[in-house]
């Protein structure tokens, strides 16, 4: 039951920041489109977009929690935890694709220097909008830590990244006032060098772990001392684990006395299963061998 919740508590986090961060962004996609329109602004405009990419993010982190919390089926006998792995790699993907924007929006404007114009009303728009992304980027990686979700810390990624492009308007705008041209193009370089390092390191993390990463040894090690603290097991070795997302599958061997009969033998193995399996979500599968030459202690 606890683990139940635990997972339930999981989801509603999941839940929580992709709904305010659907509804944060669509606010802000409508005030930014409003204004920029209003006072024909192409940056604040293009900021809107860039705004908009970011509600699309959330809808995936939402589906990605959706699908993960289903339970488990014929076809997916351990649940299907790794949905949140998938959409945290499309989060990175988009992540990658924010990268190479800013980088080649920056090339070109290293190379051809223009002045970027706009009213102190348009600056105070951005800075504000900065703001408000930063408060959702922190929001996230609060609730990502919690949970331990890289989904979470993907958006949040993408989210500190709408506030970057946000604070490089206002600068750039300032700059140009000064004839300074070049200042948003070097920090946009810097900036899309970030995102795609990021995006990079959470992409090969998912990837690791959807290809089956080896379990942390201290996790082994407990499943070993768990496992022989059982009355009649004599060893254990070949311990195996696969995870789901929120769900493990544990498969380990044991050796027993071959004096005892079998009826004993299978008792001793549910004896395991259900021991290794306290405190965590999964399931063991235990399979049982004899030990030779044992003197039945």
């Not at 000064?178 to 795609?196: E, H, N, P, Q, T």
Request: charged fraction near 20%; aromatic fraction near 8%; hydrophobic fraction near 45%.
């Amino acid at each position: 039951m606890k683990e139940e919740v635990a997972q339930t508590t999981r989801i509603k986090y999941g839940f929580l920041e992709a709904w305010v961060s659907i509804a944060g962004n669509t606010g802000l996609f409508i005030a930014k489109i409003t204004i920029g329109l209003t006072i024909n602004s192409i940056s604040l405009i293009a900021d809107a977009f860039h705004t908009f990419s970011d509600i699309l993010t959330s809808v995936m982190v939402l589906i990605g929690f959706m699908i993960s919390g289903m339970p488990a089926d014929e076809h997916h006998p351990y649940g299907h935890g790794r949905m949140e792995g998938l959409a945290t790699l499309i989060i990175a993907v988009l992540l990658g694709v924010v990268s190479y924007e800013f980088g080649k929006d920056s090339i070109e404007r290293l190379i051809h220097p223009q002045p970027v114009r706009g009213t102190l009303f348009a600056i105070f728009v951005m800075l504000g909008s900065a703001f408000g992304k930063e408060l959702m980027a922190r929001f996230s990686f609060s609730l990502g830590k919690k949970i331990d979700s890289a989904a979470l810390y993907a958006d949040a990624w993408h989210h500190r990244s709408d506030a970057i492009a946000s604070m490089l308007i206002p600068i750039a705008i300032v700059a140009s006032m000064f004839k300074i041209y070049r200042i948003d193009a070097v920090f946009g370089l810097g900036v899309s060098v970030l995102i795609g390092y990021t995006g990079f390191q959470i992409a090969y993390s998912t990837i690791d772990k959807l290809l089956g990463h080896a379990p942390d040894r201290d996790f082994v090690e407990k499943i070993k001392k768990d496992a022989r603290s059982v009355p009649g097991v004599k060893d254990v070795h070949g311990i195996a684990v696969h995870n789901y997302g929120d769900t493990n599958a544990i498969s380990m061997h044991i050796e027993v006395d071959e004096n005892i009969n079998l009826a004993r033998a299978h008792e001793i193995a549910t004896e395991v299963e259900n021991k290794v399996t306290q405190g965590i979500k999964g399931v063991a599968t235990v399979h049982i061998e004899i030990k030779e030459g044992s003197d039945g202690r």
